[in-house]
T-cell receptor, first 115, second 117 residues
Framework: AQKVTQAQTEISVVEKEDVTLDCVYE???????LFWYKQPPSGELVFLIRRNSFDEQNEISGRYSWNFQKSTSSFNFTITASQVVDSAVYFCALSEVSRGQNFVFGPGTRLSVLP | GAVVSQHPSWVICKSGTSVKIECRSLDFQATTMFWYRQFPKQSLMLMAT?????????EQGVEKDKFLINHASLTLSTLTVTSAHPEDSSFYIC?????????????FGEGSWLTVV
């Protein structure tokens, strides 16, 4: 079973629309980290956020916000007022302390923001 | 901030040759580095965990004799793809873990595009 599920393979929105990328994870660890990364066509991974399992506070950073809910094992990512520059593949990832903190990446969501 | 550098950023090699990719932590010591592979339009998959001074731990299905990993120092890990074939063409990316006292944070390199022709 996949440990990190991103149900949306591809999403297309028109500029200025809000968009939410879903992420559901699976772990038996009590201590773990969740991440979101952006991967533009050039390939590098752009770090967006890290959240540890003991911190369920939602976070907002500019147009980005994250909703972490342990009860549903979800860590969703919302972009408000999307822009063309937001077009990229977005990965949700899980890092479990018991596994030495290697990353398990979700399959990714390709976001296209159309002008 | 901490930086992890990979070299080369992209490389083209002939089938049957070997190619080495370097992963360096530029301003911190990394006892552990990870190597991932990403095929086109797919996710990143962990290949191996590299610990300084010891043998790498490979994930199931990854051939250790084909993908040689050397973590000879606290700032350098290398991945050598031996006898490369076109199906090895992929994006390879490393990450380095800063030690516990320094925050236990993980940083990714910029990745290396390998094309085998």
């Amino acid at each position: 079973a996949q440990k990190v599920t991103q149900a949306q393979t591809e999403i297309s929105v028109v500029e200025k629309e809000d968009v939410t990328l879903d992420c559901v994870y699976e772990t038996r660890d009590t201590t773990y980290y969740l991440f979101w990364y952006k991967q533009p066509p050039s390939g590098e991974l752009v770090f967006l956020i890290r959240r540890n399992s003991f911190d369920e506070q939602n976070e907002i950073s500019g147009r980005y916000s994250w909703n972490f809910q342990k009860s549903t094992s979800s860590f969703n990512f919302t972009i408000t007022a999307s822009q063309v520059v937001d077009s990229a593949v977005y990965f949700c990832a899980l890092s479990e302390v018991s596994r030495g903190q290697n990353f398990v990446f979700g399959p990714g969501t390709r976001l296209s923001v159309l002008p | 901030g901490a930086v992890v550098s990979q070299h080369p950023s992209w490389v083209i090699c002939k089938s049957g040759t070997s190619v080495k990719i370097e992963c360096r932590s530029l301003d911190f010591q990394a006892t552990t580095m990870f190597w991932y592979r990403q095929f086109p339009k797919q996710s990143l998959m962990l290949m191996a965990t590299s610990n300084e001074g010891s043998k790498a731990t490979y994930e199931q299905g990854v051939e250790k004799d084909k993908f040689l990993i050397n973590h000879a120092s606290l700032t350098l890990s290398t991945l050598t793809v031996t006898s490369a074939h076109p199906e090895d063409s992929s994006f390879y990316i490393c990450s380095a873990r800063m030690d516990l006292r320094s925050g236990n944070t993980i940083y990714f390199g910029e990745g290396s595009w390998l094309t085998v022709v």
